[in-house]
């Protein structure tokens, strides 16, 4: 199975706010991966993890391997935060399996 | 910053008709990838390509698709006899080798394919 399931699928929060999404995924991973989807539908990348925890700016990813689960943290959050944010299970060919996306808005 | 492109961004094509697709790749990276994602839903791997041939590929994958490099810099997906439910974003993606220390996972803009 492929499924990586994440949580909650639509999140609104006032600007300022602290937000946390989550990814869960069943199977075994080389990588695992965040990514930011804006309206017009490119992809960006934001993370790859393996273990631990990592930090850019204000976005914050933590990965358990035991769990077989992460999650997206982003602080003092912004309305140019808005966008749909995806997690992705890298398999051991490199291609990635997708879950569904959050799709988060930020209220001024 | 290094970029994937892709062409056209937007193409509409009658059901039937065969559609090429385009990217070129980051200059310095091995791995390329085909990905889509129809209306509404989530992005779909479709197949990976390395060292000149297919490497996986998804069960949507299937005789109606190919690709191909045909020059150093191209990457090519072809829909043979498209259907209305080809209709979808689909996103090129490339990847350096991280053995030897060439990081990055880069996607495409994407290219709206609808089939009428």
């Known amino acids: 199975k492929n499924e990586v399931e994440q949580s909650p699928q639509n999140l609104t929060a006032q600007e300022g706010e602290f937000i946390t999404i989550n990814c869960s995924y069943s199977?075994?991973?080389?990588?695992l991966h965040w990514l930011q989807q804006h309206p017009g539908g490119g992809i960006v990348s934001l993370f790859m993890?393996?273990?631990g925890k990592k930090k850019h700016g204000r976005l914050i990813a933590t990965i358990n391997i035991q769990e077989k689960h992460s999650s997206l943290h982003i602080t003092a959050s912004h309305p140019r935060d808005s966008a749909v944010y995806i997690c992705?299970?890298?398999?051991?060919?490199?291609?990635?399996?997708f879950g569904t996306g959050t799709s988060l808005t930020v209220i001024p | 910053e290094p970029e994937v492109t892709q062409t056209p961004s937007h193409q509409v094509t009658q059901m039937g008709q065969e559609v090429i697709l385009r990217c070129v790749p980051i200059?310095?990276?091995?791995?390329f990838y085909w990905y889509r994602q129809i209306l509404g839903q989530k992005v779909e791997f479709l197949v990976s390509f390395y060292n000149n041939e297919i490497s996986e590929k998804s069960e949507i994958f299937d005789d109606q698709f190919s690709v191909e490099r045909p020059d150093g810099s191209n990457f090519t997906l072809k829909i043979r006899s498209t259907k209305l439910e080809d209709s979808a974003m689909y996103f090129c993606?490339?990847?350096?080798?991280?053995?030897?220390?060439?990081?990055?996972?880069?996607f495409g803009s994407g290219t709206r394919l609808t089939v009428v």
């Open positions: 199977v075994g991973i080389s990588a």
């Open positions: 200059s310095n990276h091995l791995y």
């Open positions: 993606a490339s990847s350096g080798d991280r053995r030897i220390g060439v990081y990055g996972y880069t």
């Open positions: 993890l393996s273990s």
């Open positions: 992705a299970r890298e398999a051991t060919g490199n291609q990635f399996y």
